[in-house]
């Protein structure tokens, strides 16, 4: 089993849509969570950051965590075509090494 | 607000031959990473860094490859004998004090021809 799986879609919506996007993990030592935010041929932006179960919200993004299940999500409300790009999600354990893991990304195009 | 910078953005090279990319972090960060993007697959660890050592590294990270902090502001990758196999983006990312969250760079765009 992949240790980060992720849809790659392509997920195509309408502007002004609610959009969720999901990756599923396998090592229950994974302890924080984040979504970044790739433009073709750009370096990640990071969006959102967790640590714990739960939720976050910051603007139009909504991160997820859910330990139990080994799951999370981010939701972007009111889409914009401007947020058309791929979501990476990327996750570490508590250890030094600070290693990351991430999944394969999701592309979304939102159009006006 | 600060950021992360990478030169060059694009570089070409032969097999066999010697490149280095640099990286400046951000100037209070103290941990800093390479990681690598190979078209159409997933972004994958190389390396980690703090107070001047490795803290970890990959299994890509072999011999060809080191990383150097020649002083207060740099951070490099150097790969000494490149292969085909090492075309992808390269990604210099930073991390603050007590912090896991990494803040990324442009990227390098390597070639090996």
């Known amino acids: 089993q992949k240790e980060v799986e992720q849809d790659p879609g392509p997920l195509s919506v309408p502007e002004g849509a609610i959009v969720s996007l999901n990756c599923t993990y396998s090592?229950?030592?994974?302890?924080?969570f984040m979504w970044y935010r790739q433009y073709s041929r750009k370096g990640p932006e990071l969006l959102m950051y967790t640590y714990s179960s739960g939720n976050k919200e910051d603007g139009r993004f909504t991160a997820q965590v859910d330990k139990s299940s080994k799951y999370i999500s981010l939701f972007i409300r009111d889409s914009q075509p401007s947020d058309s790009a791929t979501y990476l999600c990327?996750?570490?354990?508590?250890?030094?090494?600070?290693?990351?893991?991430w999944g394969l990304g999701t592309s979304l195009a939102v159009n006006p | 607000e600060p950021e992360v910078t990478q030169t060059p953005s694009h570089q070409v090279t032969q097999m066999g031959q010697e490149v280095i990319l640099r990286c400046v972090p951000i100037?209070?960060?103290?941990?800093f990473y390479w990681y690598r993007q190979i078209l159409g697959q997933k972004v994958e660890f190389l390396v980690s860094f703090y107070n001047n050592e490795i803290s970890e590294k990959s299994e890509i990270f072999d011999d060809q490859f080191s990383v150097e902090r020649p002083d207060g502001s740099n951070f490099t990758l150097k790969i000494r004998s490149t292969k085909l196999e090492d075309s992808a983006m390269y990604f210099c990312?930073?991390?603050?004090?007590?912090?896991?969250?990494?803040?990324f760079g442009p990227g390098t765009r390597l070639l090996v021809l």
């Open positions: 090592n229950s030592a994974f302890q924080y």
């Open positions: 100037s209070n960060h103290l941990y």
């Open positions: 990327a996750m570490g354990d508590a250890g030094n090494n600070r290693k990351l893991i």
């Open positions: 990312a930073s991390s603050g004090p007590g912090q896991e969250t990494q803040y």
